[in-house]
Structures are given as structure tokens and as C-alpha cells.
């Protein structure tokens, strides 16, 4: 079982890479020996307009390529660029679209630990008056991650069968990728807010998690990013 970057990496390669660099990096990669990156962004090109970026890959008369920018220089041996010369922004875009969707799903899963803490915690905390399983607002808290949770998941899934079927998913991908956001961002503070301050303290997973929930507003692409692509698509 592949992790989720190494899921990019692998279809990346198996899309775009030449037969011998497949065969050279492929297996290492599936199995873990072996990790890439994808050095997008920029100091003073923003990640979520990726056609802003200045660095280039120049052609050596080797036939090799070096890499001129903010990301250090860097020499790409011959037969080692992913798709054709000048459309590496497609390759790019595969690779994204791909990876929202991926984070999408993890969200969903970290979306679910932090509901799970937050009932335990309203079942076994002592109130004035019992549990604070028993005040409405704590419910309301409950009820409203709870239906966040399972509305966003067929959303969710709806893009992946898209994009499992090799259809267009664009729209899609950009309702879930917003909707998963904010509804991670969602259940954690709800989550937190049920534990009280102990929900800031090192005993629970809820920090990081609620960290994870503000930054999915940013990662792949910022909120307004997707409202304004997925609406100029819808609109014409």
C-alpha cells in the first residue's frame, strides 16, 4: 500500500517519464526507498499561480538540463524530464489535482479522530447538572460535526469516482477541496471547544489537528482560488 505522496510520485512517473527513468526510480519509490519532492513555490512567486514561477530548466549542449532560480541550481541529466519540453506546468497540474484529492480523504479520516475525541469527551466529562453529553449547546456542537462530516464525504467521493473514471473532475475537485477544508477546520475547533483548555494541552492529537484544518485553507491552493475557478468554469 502506497502512502499518498508516493502515490503522486509513481503516477507522475508511470505518466510522464521516459521508459528508462521509470525503470530506474519506479521501484524505489513503491517501496519506499526513495522520496521526490515537488519544488513548486517560490520566494516571490505565490504557490497557488504556479505560472508566475521564474525558475527555468536550461538545455546544456550535454543534452542535460540546469535548473535557474530560487530553488538553487540543480542539473537534470539527460532523459530525466517529465513530459515534453515547455508543458511542465500540465505535468504539474496532473500531479496537484491528483494530490487535493488524496488530502481530501485524509482530511475526512482526520476530520473523523477529532468527532471521536470530542463525543468521548462530552460522554465522560462531568457537568453541574451530569454530562456535558447532556447541555444542548454541546450537542449542537456534536450535531453540527457530525452533519459537516457526512456531508462533505459523498462530495468527496463523488470527485474521486470522477477521477477514477477519467472524466473531467475539475469542478468538483474544487467544491471538495474547499468544502473538506473548512469542515476539518470545523470539527477540530468544535472538538477543542468540547475539551476546553485541555483541548490546547499536549494530551490530545486536537492542536496539531486544528492546526492541520487552517492550513488545508492554504495547501494546493487557497480557498479563494478554487471559489473563483470552480465558479468561472459554472459561469461561462
Known amino acids: 500500500m502506497l502512502g499518498s505522496t508516493a502515490v503522486l510520485d509513481v503516477t507522475a512517473l508511470t505518466g510522464h517519464a521516459e521508459p528508462a527513468v521509470r525503470d530506474l526510480y519506479l521501484p524505489r519509490v513503491a517501496s519506499g526507498q526513495l522520496t521526490m519532492c515537488n519544488a ?6 505565490p504557490g497557488s499561480e504556479p505560472g508566475l514561477t521564474t525558475t527555468r530548466a536550461v538545455q546544456e ?42 488530502r481530501c480523504l485524509r482530511w475526512l479520516g482526520q476530520a473523523e479522530r477529532a468527532f471521536t475525541l470530542m463525543r468521548e469527551r462530552a460522554r465522560s466529562r462531568p457537568a453541574s447538572s451530569g454530562r456535558l453529553a447532556d447541555l444542548q449547546l ?16 459523498p462530495l468527496v467521493f463523488e470527485a474521486v469516482a470522477l477521477v477514477e473514471a477519467g472524466l473531467d473532475a475539475r469542478v468538483e475537485t ?8 473548512r469542515m476539518l477546520h470545523q470539527v477540530t475547533d468544535a472538538a477543542i471547544q468540547v475539551h476546553g483548555a485541555a483541548g490546547l494541552g499536549p494530551d490530545t492529537p486536537l492542536p496539531a489537528l486544528f492546526r492541520t484544518g487552517r492550513m488545508a485553507r492554504l495547501l494546493d491552493g487557497p480557498d479563494e482560488l478554487h471559489i473563483t475557478a470552480v465558479a468561472r468554469r459554472i459561469l461561462g
Open 40 to 45: 513548486m513555490t517560490e520566494p516571490y512567486a
Open 61 to 102: 549542449s550535454d543534452g542535460s538540463r540546469t535548473v535557474h532560480g530560487r530553488k538553487w541550481f540543480v542539473t537534470v541529466p539527460p532523459g530525466h524530464l517529465p513530459g515534453e519540453a515547455g508543458r511542465g506546468l500540465r505535468v504539474i497540474a496532473e500531479r496537484v489535482r491528483l494530490g487535493r484529492l488524496l
Open 138 to 153: 454541546v450537542q449542537a456542537l456534536v450535531f453540527d460535526a457530525l452533519l459537516a462530516i457526512r456531508t462533505i464525504r
Open 174 to 181: 474544487g467544491l471538495a477541496k474547499v468544502a473538506a477544508a
